[in-house]
C-alpha cells in the first residue's frame, strides 16, 4: 500500500548498465580510460544518480501528499494516516542510505588521492629486470694419453682370466643339486601334511507312524546306525499334534563319506518305528 504510488512514477533504475555499455563503447573507439579518471567518473556518475533519485522520491512524497489531500472527506481517514507514516518510514530509510553512499563515496574519494599520490614510489620500488646470458656448451675433458696407453695392457690382464672355468661348473652343479633337494623335501612335507576335512551339521526330523510308537525305542534304533565319518549329537522330543511327538536329532557328517541319501535310507529301514525323515537344518563347518 505504501508503495503503490511509485508504480506510476518514471524512475530509471537500470541506467548504471547503459552508462557501463556507453563507456565499454567509447573505451573501444578511444581505448581504456585511466583508473583514477576512470573511478572519478565512476563516483561523479554515482553521486550524479543519487541527487537524481533523492529528486524523484521527493516528488514521488508530494504527489501522494496532494492526492491524499484532494481525496478529501470521501476516502478513509485511517488509512490515509498509515500510508503517510509508512511514507516517512520510507523516507527515513532512503535518508540512511543516501547517508551510508555519501559516506563511501567519500571514503572513496580518499583511497583515490591515496593512490596517485603513492603511484610514483610504486612504480619506482618496481624491479628491473636483468638480462641472462644464454647457456654456454660446457666440454667434458678427455682422457690422458697416460689412460690411454694403460687400456691396451689392462685389456691383456683380462685377457687371461678364465670367466667359464672348471670351478664355477663345480660350483653350479652344486647349487642345483641342493636346490633339487630343498624342493624334494618341500613336497614330501607338504604331502605328508593332512588336507582340511569339510564337514556338514544336520538337524534331522524323523516321525513315528503314531502316538503309540515307543520313542526310547525309536532313538535307539536311529543312533544303532554307525557310519565312517558319522557322530550322533543332541536329541529331543518335538510335538507334533494329537499326542504324537516327533524325534529331533542333531548329527555331524564328514561330506566326502556320508550324505543326506545314505541316512535317510538307514534309518527309514526301521520301518516299524519311522514313518519318514526331513532335514530340518544343514549347516557347513
Known sequence: ???SFLVHEKIWFDKFKYDDAERKFYEQMNGPVPVSSRQENGASVILRDIARARENIQKSLAGSANTSSSSGPSGDHSELVTRISNLEAENQSLRSVIQDLQFTISKLEIRLSTLEK???SHRSLAPQTQHVSPMQK?????????????????????????????????????????REERLRQYAEKKAKKPGLIAKSSILLDVKPWDDETDMAKLEECVRSIQLDGLVWGGSKLVPVGYGIRKLQIQCVVEDDKVGTDILEEEITKFEDYVQSVDIAAFNKI
Open 1 to 3: 500500500m505504501a508503495t
Open 118 to 120: 603513492c603511484s610514483p
Open 138 to 178: 660446457v666440454e667434458l675433458p678427455t682422457t690422458s694419453p697416460a689412460k690411454k696407453a694403460a687400456t691396451p695392457a689392462e685389456d691383456d690382464e683380462d685377457d687371461d682370466i678364465d670367466l667359464f672355468g672348471s670351478d664355477d661348473e663345480e660350483e653350479d652343479k652344486e647349487a642345483a643339486r641342493l
